[in-house]
Nanobody, 116 residues
Framework: QVQLVESGGGLVQPGGSLRLSCAAS????????IGWYRQAPGKQRELVAR???????TYADSVKGRFTISRDNAKNTVYLQMNSLKFEDTAVYYC??????????WGQGIQVTVSS
């Protein structure tokens, strides 16, 4: 099972930016899906953005135009660039991977707090 380690979270003011990184323990090139979910207090975990092995990208409507997902296959790393952050983006962000064969994996989660 692939191991995922997130980094880059923290505290940011509204309108600010953060970049999350997710380092995988094995090649992400062949992943069926890899991306980011988030869970705010009292809410269900929701998809933020994901990218397929073929490069198709999906974003939640709430982050379109503000967040950008990308990947570096050579580094086995997926990024989430978050711009124009809003209070409602505050959540624990989880990296998620679904390999072509095998079981899905989740990272441990990383806190993103948008506050003035």
């Amino acid at each position: 099972q692939v191991q995922l380690v997130e980094s880059g979270g923290g505290l940011v003011q509204p309108g600010g930016s953060l970049r999350l990184s997710c380092a995988a323990s094995q090649s992400i090139f062949s992943m069926a899906f890899i991306g980011w979910y988030r869970q705010a207090p009292g809410k269900q975990r929701e998809l933020v953005a994901r990218i397929t092995g073929g490069g198709t990208i999906t974003y939640a409507d709430s982050v379109k135009g503000r967040f950008t997902i990308s990947r570096d296959n050579a580094k086995n790393t997926v990024y989430l660039q978050m711009n124009s952050l809003k209070f409602e983006d505050t959540a624990v962000y989880y990296c998620h991977a679904v390999p072509s064969l095998g079981f899905q994996s989740w990272g441990q989660g990383i806190q993103v707090t948008v506050s003035s």
